[in-house]
């Protein structure tokens, strides 16, 4: 079983929708908790960055952690075109990181 | 832009063949790290450097090797290529080594090997 399991996917929404990524861990050593963006070809890109259980917002991005579940989201308000991509988690615990598989979500406009 | 630089983007090459990519870390970022991606995979973590000294191993074949010089760039020596080394290579960098500073990837070495 792997440590980290991220929905698979693909999504695909019309512009303007709510979008909801999702993934789990089992490893309850883990600190710290990532989500990346990363377009076809390119790099993933940080997005959202966060310690603690509860929300964290950054525009029309908002990462979730509930500790006690051992569950991620990532929302995404009034998505975009510009917004697919493939989506990462990650998380991290002594400085080493793992990442969930991604989830590519497409925006339709 | 992530600060995090890597060379080449391209590499078409032979089985057999040995390759070396080369990734530049972000200014200040001591540690290195490598990944693979492949099409039927996700990230698959390699191998970390910080600060010159090999800090952590993943799923990395021995046919693969890497190092971290003074001036921290990384370098990863892929040797005895297979097809099935074809992937995108990934360098990652970030502030330190056990802390938990989140990484900043570059775009990436595509590399097919025919």
């Known amino acids: 079983q792997k440590e980290v399991e991220q929905d698979p996917g693909p999504l695909s929404v019309p512009e303007g929708a709510i979008v909801s990524l999702n993934c789990t861990y089992s490893?309850?050593?883990?600190?710290?908790f990532m989500w990346y963006r990363q377009y076809s070809r390119k790099g993933p890109e940080l997005l959202m960055y966060?310690?603690?259980?509860g929300n964290k917002e950054d525009g029309r991005f908002t990462a979730q952690v509930d500790k006690s579940s051992k569950y991620i989201s990532l929302f995404i308000r009034d998505s975009q075109p510009s917004d697919s991509a493939t989506y990462l988690c990650?998380?991290?615990?002594?400085?080493?990181?793992?990442f969930g598989d991604g989830t590519t979500l497409t925006v339709k406009p | 832009d992530s600060g995090v630089t890597q060379t080449p983007k391209h590499l078409i090459t032979a089985t057999g063949q040995r390759v070396t990519l080369r990734c530049s870390p972000r200014?200040?970022?001591?540690?290195v790290y490598w990944y693979q991606q492949s099409l039927d995979q996700g990230l698959q973590f390699l191998i970390h450097?910080?600060?010159?000294?090999?800090?952590a191993k993943g799923n990395i074949l021995e046919r693969f090797s890497a190092q971290q010089f003074p001036d921290l760039h990384s370098e990863l020596n892929l040797s005895s290529l297979e097809l099935g080394d074809s992937a995108l290579y990934f360098c990652?960098?970030?502030?330190?080594?056990?802390?938990?500073?989140?990484?900043?990837f570059g775009n990436g070495t595509r590399l097919t090997v025919t």
């Open positions: 990652a960098s970030s502030a330190g080594g056990q802390n938990n500073s989140p990484l900043h």
């Open positions: 490893n309850s050593a883990f600190q710290y």
């Open positions: 966060t310690y603690s259980s």
């Open positions: 990650a998380m991290t615990n002594a400085g080493k990181s793992t």
């Open positions: 200014s200040g970022d001591l540690s």
């Open positions: 450097y910080y600060n010159g000294e090999e800090r």
